[in-house]
């Protein structure tokens, strides 16, 4: 397997625009998880799916901020509009159980400018 | 205070040399996992343990549940070790998915 996919790999945009950023995880995984990672604040969870389903999406910070998982092999995280605070490294982690090994992807560093 | 406490914060090391990276928490934990990042790259797991130690390669890490501490050894380290090492903590009792993290130990090793 490739391992847990993310793209784009980078990402500038200009204030308000929508910038959407995709995953695929692990085949056979049936959890995913999305985080931020900034200076600041670390790696915080943002939201988590199992099996496709939206568990836990205390961590998105705003209204907009949203996540789907379609199917077991492609998950989005949307943001419109964006602000230059939303600059950071998000990254896509899938596990095979929620308590298990996590397999994260390389990361999109989002710049909004 | 953080749940997850890391020192040193930033370490510097020739290469060769035996390196100790150490991760304190304050709640109880069904597993920890120790995680590395290269400068501008992803995230890997290293080590997943809830008891006693494991190794993988040039890699020790070892818990201590009752002293609620952990290490991470590497021996004979080499300049592409450099990388942001993460300590990251299951709570016991909490919702099973969630991973509570550290700060992060930035380690240079120099040639």
């Known amino acids: 397997d490739a391992g847990v996919i993310q793209s784009p790999r980078h990402e500038v945009t200009e204030m308000g625009q929508e910038v959407t950023l995709r995953c695929k995880p692990i085949?056979?995984?049936?959890?995913l998880f999305w985080y931020r990672q900034t200076m600041m604040r670390g790696l915080e969870l943002l939201i988590y799916?199992?099996?496709?389903?939206?568990?836990?999406d205390s961590g998105m910070p705003e209204d907009r901020f949203s996540a789907k998982m379609p199917n077991a092999s492609f998950s989005t995280l949307k943001i419109q509009p964006s602000e230059p605070r939303d600059s950071a490294v998000y990254f896509c982690?899938?596990?095979?159980?929620?308590?298990?090994?996590?397999?994260f992807g390389q990361g999109t560093r989002l710049t909004v400018v | 205070k953080n749940e997850v406490e890391q020192s040193p914060q930033n370490l510097t090391a020739q290469e060769g040399e035996f390196i100790t990276i150490n991760c304190s928490y304050s709640v109880g934990i069904s597993a920890l996992h120790w995680l590395q990042q290269h400068p501008g790259g992803g995230i890997v797991s290293l080590f997943m343990?809830?008891?006693g130690k494991k190794k993988h390669g040039r890699l020790i890490a070892t818990i201590n549940i009752q002293e609620k501490h952990s290490s991470l050894h590497i021996t004979a380290s080499h300049p592409r070790d450099s990388a942001v090492y993460i300590c990251a903590v299951r709570i016991r009792g909490g919702s099973n998915y969630k991973l509570t993290f550290g700060k992060g130990t930035l380690l240079t090793v120099n040639p």
């Open positions: 085949s056979g995984h049936n959890s």
């Open positions: 799916f199992n099996n496709n389903v939206p568990i836990d």
């Open positions: 343990l809830s008891s």
């Open positions: 982690a899938s596990t095979y159980m929620e308590d298990t090994e996590a397999f």
